[in-house]
């Protein structure tokens, strides 16, 4: 988890020692400041992107940044590449004309390792300082023994960067390496350009090692995905690695608990249909769905209009990393609320933390043998539970695709005999045995927080004009 503005200071031993500020992740010690400490370079992801102030301490030590960014604005703000003193921005792929880019990645290059961060903060001084977070990050060393990689890190790592760039992205790289200005060295062949060519600094990532990689990676990207390609990403990736590990069983008891911050125009079908993919039950030529009469549970978690004005009213700060949108929930007769459930921090980090929202995305797949929550499986990331996130899979005779609108970046963790899923499941704020919403009950929908600021504001005009009238 981030160190929010509001925690106590971190004191050594503390409920709050375990936090990090982001400027931590760019030394080599977590806990050293000096400039010698500091990475060599960085390559950077973002859907909402703010360099500054967050990222200043780089610039000022002249640290070689390049980040890749979902696009704002128009005319030069979609250009492919964008060169900037302080920084190089690269701006992804769109290959079906909507969608975004949301992943958060951190590639952190120092002289004998590249750490590797995946998170679901923006570069963005709010999502750090305010924003409850999760934070996973690993150090690899260089590969100097030439060892073979025996896991798909590496693999999955140079697809999804790959995936982000096309040919004008690389024909404006080829136009800059010309500039004197460029300190870099690029392919004459537009064939043999790759993203990490774009990276200032450099960075290849195949002089790491990533045998020792603790997790597994869940990568989505914009596009139509072939069917023999479809369980490299998203939904389809998740439930394959599930069902490559012998060690994680769902049952019809267990729960799959999912917590984010926006959800999509969901459909009662797409959260079946999720469920029983994860499980294993949709059949493999996915040409028909198997009768079901029992499957796990799936509980969605997001706070509601309640408990955000509590949030508000202690810590006077807005709330705009929820994304609830009103005609899905108060005009859609089939929107499935029946599965929500309320947002709440556990008892010992109150009342610190539950003065500032979450923009936290996780997954809890529980073993569904005890009373007590024993998780078998673990997501963080980026991934909001939407068909544009995770995809959405769409079988004829004549083919079986899966479309996503979004890039998206997540780790999964399964069980290991160092205890992992236990201490990740324990870093968690928020409760994972929620309570159900009630009829009563609203969702925080930003719509209403529109509408009663401007129901506030007619009533104080309403209030000045009486006062006016009064005085004549």
Known sequence: MNQLDTYPPLDEGSTFSKFLYIEQLFHKNLNAKDKESMCENVLL???????????????????????IKEPRGKGKGRDPVQEFKHCRFIIPLNRIGFGCFHPKIMFIRFENSLRLVISSANLYEVD??????????????????????ENDTLEVLESFLESCVDEDSKEMLMDLSTKQYQEFECPTNIEDIKITHFVRGGLNLSDYDFNSCSVRFIPSINGQIK????????????ADLISQNESVNIKDTSKIIYQCTSYGNLKKEYLDKYVDTLTGMID????????VTERPELKLIYPTQDYVDKIKEKNKREVNCL???????????EYPKEMFYKFDVLDQYKPDHDLNP????????TDGESDDIKPICIYIGSHNMSAGAWGTRTVTQESDDVQMTNYEFGVVFFPDEDGTLDRVYN?????????????????YIIQHKLRKSQIEKSKKQEQEEAKQTEAC
């Open 323 to 333: 994304k609830m949108n009103e005609k899905k929930w108060v005009n859609n007769p």
């Open 284 to 291: 493999t030529d996915g040409l028909s769905l198997p009768e």
């Open 358 to 365: 979450h923009h936290t995305k996780a997954i809890v797949i």
């Open 128 to 149: 750090w300082a305010q924003l409850g977070q999760v934070i996973w990050f690993q150090d690899f060393p260089r590969n100097v023994d030439d060892n073979a990689q």
């Open 427 to 443: 870093s968690f704020m928020h409760s994972c045995t929620p309570e159900k919403y009630s009829e009563d009950d609203m969702p």
């Open 45 to 67: 992801t973002s859907y909402v992107c703010k360099e500054r102030p967050l990222l200043n301490h780089l610039f000022k030590a002249k640290v070689p940044c390049t980040i």
């Open 227 to 238: 069917s023999d390609e479809k369980e490299k990403y998203g939904l389809y990736r998740f």
